[in-house]
């Protein structure tokens, strides 16, 4: 258990909807990372936030956001879904604003849009 | 643009096999290597490597970077069924908030 909780395991939702993917990150952790696993694009980069700020954006969709809490825990907003959105949501942490250590990643929301 | 190339894509070997992982990439200003394994799920941290020719070792894994070559291997000896995995290597360039992924290397190990 790398400590990072990720919620809901799995949705599934209509082309069309908008959905709310929810990550928390380890304890002490002020980075949080998001990425889309999708079987033909392997891991890439969406979003990071540290401490509340946005810090790098990476192939992030405009029907995309997320925003990064004072509790810490961050949200990644997936808005007038398409077919082509379906995919596996990583969130990771860290400690850092750097990536000078290791990232630790959640189990993953795998998103399914039908 | 950053880039990370692994290969083989996937591989097949039986129990007991030697296996070398290759992961090049071209980054702008490189700050780390790090790799990956992903089981079900989430990736797991195996190593991070930041400085050539020091070989990075855990068990029956191993991993040395070279950075005038712009490559990295992931040894791995007296593979087990429990080896099965992706493996996924990423880079982490200097200033740069986030790491870039290879598109991994599927390992099988056959009884």
């Known amino acids: 258990d790398s400590g990072v909780t990720q919620t809901p395991k799995h949705l599934i939702t209509a082309t069309g909807q908008r959905v709310t993917l929810r990550c928390s990150p380890r304890?002490?952790?002020?980075?949080v990372y998001w990425y889309q696993q999708s079987l033909d694009q392997g891991l890439q980069f969406l979003i990071h936030y540290y401490n509340g700020e946005e810090r790098a954006k990476g192939n992030i969709l405009e029907r995309f956001s997320a925003q990064q809490f004072p509790d810490l825990h961050s949200e990644l907003n997936l808005s007038s879904l398409e077919l082509g959105d379906s995919a596996l949501y990583f969130c990771?942490?860290?400690?850092?604003?750097?990536?000078?250590?290791?990232?630790?990643f959640g189990q993953g929301t795998r998103l399914t849009v039908v | 643009e950053d880039k990370v190339v692994q290969s083989p894509l996937s591989l097949v070997v039986h129990e007991g096999d030697t296996v070398t992982l290759n992961c090049s990439y071209e980054v702008t200003n490189f700050r780390s290597l790090l790799w990956y394994k992903q089981e079900k799920k989430a990736p797991t941290f195996l190593f991070m490597l930041?400085?050539?020719?020091i070989e990075k070792k855990s068990g029956r894994l191993s991993s040395i970077l070279d950075k005038k070559e712009l490559f990295s291997i992931l040894n791995i000896t007296a593979t087990q069924t429990g080896d099965s995995a992706i493996y996924l290597c990423?880079?982490?360039?200097?200033?740069?908030?986030?790491?870039?992924f290879g598109q991994g290397t599927r390992l099988t190990i056959n009884p």
């Open positions: 930041t400085s050539s020719g």
């Open positions: 990771a942490s860290s400690l850092t604003e750097k990536l000078n250590t290791e990232a630790f």
């Open positions: 990423a880079v982490s360039p200097t200033g740069a908030q986030k790491l870039v």
């Open positions: 304890s002490g952790d002020l980075s």
